[in-house]
């Protein structure tokens, strides 16, 4: 929780381009819902009523609120960009002038291998849990609530129909998020160590040959290698069964809304258009649940990172001896 604090408190120190985005991702998610309820406007009105003359108009509005949503889209990925970079380099200037006043004693007992590895690589990939993970972690909770909210409005019942699918992804979702995370751990500290060692070699290249032990060296590069490959197959294995079997459960839900939506337009309950707007909203109410999955999948590897980095950050500055 408190590395958690100490990436948003990060994050604020640049308000109004955070605010900013945010608001464009408000944006961005309401004008989703253009596009289903253009579909039933087609389908109930337009075909229903032969009406014709509002094909033009009904098309370019539609047009015109994906344009919109786009241009934001393209702005609101600049800003972040943008944003991530100003990150990256207060929080690599500041670990680096905690660095340096840091005791000689110190760098004798830490590798310098691991040093330039939390500098190089694991500031930056603390912002891209920033902007990826907390940016668009937000904007797909937004979206799939508007999405929720539009389909209750309509059918209350096919709605229900339509998240039949959620508790057994969510289950299945969190169950390997926690499992794979120590995985991931583990898979991130077997790449650090092996640049280490990559690092520290080469560094120490004349005294390697010198004394002659190459093939010692080589044997514990391979062994870290190795290691490295070991570890993140671990993980593989298991994502190479958990997410087709998400894609499975979910594109079944398809099958199963539209027949019901069938059922309840055969009926009298709902209009045809109500449906079709359905199949549409679906693809919208399940983009974010992907978009988690994908968070779930890359953002584990990189989970050690903002501790790694916070916990250099927070070292306090010691007398030189």
Known sequence: MSTLIRILRHTFRFPMQSAL??????????LVLVLPGITMRFIDVIIAQNRPDLILPTAGIGVAAILVRQALFTLRTYLNNALELKLTHLIRVELYDKLQRL?????????????????ANDVPTTNRIIIEGVDQAIAAILQFLIVVGYMCYHSWQLTLVTLIPLPFIGVLTTWWSRRSEPMWRESSDASSALNAILHDNLAGIRQIKAYTVEPRALESFDKASQKVGEKHMTV????????????????????IMVAF???YALQGDLKPGVVISFLVAWGFLFDPISRIN?????????ASSPQNVFSKSLIPPMKQT
């Open 103 to 119: 005791p000689v004693k110190w760098f004798d007992t830490n590798s310098s291998g691991e040093i330039m590895s939390r500098v």
């Open 294 to 302: 994908t968070l779930l999948t890359d953002l584990p590897p990189a």
């Open 236 to 255: 593989m294995r298991g994502q190479s069964i958990v997410w087709p079997t998400v894609s499975f459960i979910a594109e079944s839900g398809i099958i």
């Open 261 to 263: 939506g069938a059922w």
């Open 21 to 30: 985005s945010l608001l464009m991702a408000i944006v961005c998610t309401c």
